[in-house]
């Protein structure tokens, strides 16, 4: 932050968005403020995150983040009830495991369908590629026995 003090005018003429005044704001904020709205940074912070955090918005947000990424609706995601690989109950926000995720195909960006968090990780970590997911499938049919046992108290939490 430019901590040198200029007028709004002087501010216009420099072609800055943002100016420093030395003068705390109404809400006692000494901070930048905005060449156009003359609104203090911080403020203005403060009065998109208010709104942001309504439940109205992080929907109409999702649902226009959703459309423009994916091609989908918030409806078609609300609707996805079983992960297309696991078949794990979908839950429609969170962060848990069985949170539903958009699967998509990342060369073409066309949505293949809707998985859970897990396996949707799952893939990206196996970089969606066939070759490596079928070495995985038989890795874990050849190896399954280990020659050593796993120390018990290794296992617990």
Known sequence: ???????????????????????????????????????????????????????EVKLQMRAKRLAKTYGVSLEDVLKADKCGICFTELISKGNNGNSVCVDHEHSTGKVRGFLCSNCNRGLGMFKDNTDYLQNAIKYLENFKYADKEIPKEWMEE
């Open 1 to 55: 932050m430019n901590r040198q003090k200029i007028t709004v005018k002087e501010a216009k003429e420099k072609g800055l968005k943002r100016y420093y005044t030395g003068i705390p704001c109404y809400a006692g904020h000494d901070d930048e403020r905005y060449v156009v709205s003359r609104r203090c940074v911080t403020c203005s912070k403060e009065k998109v995150d208010k709104y942001q955090s309504k439940e």
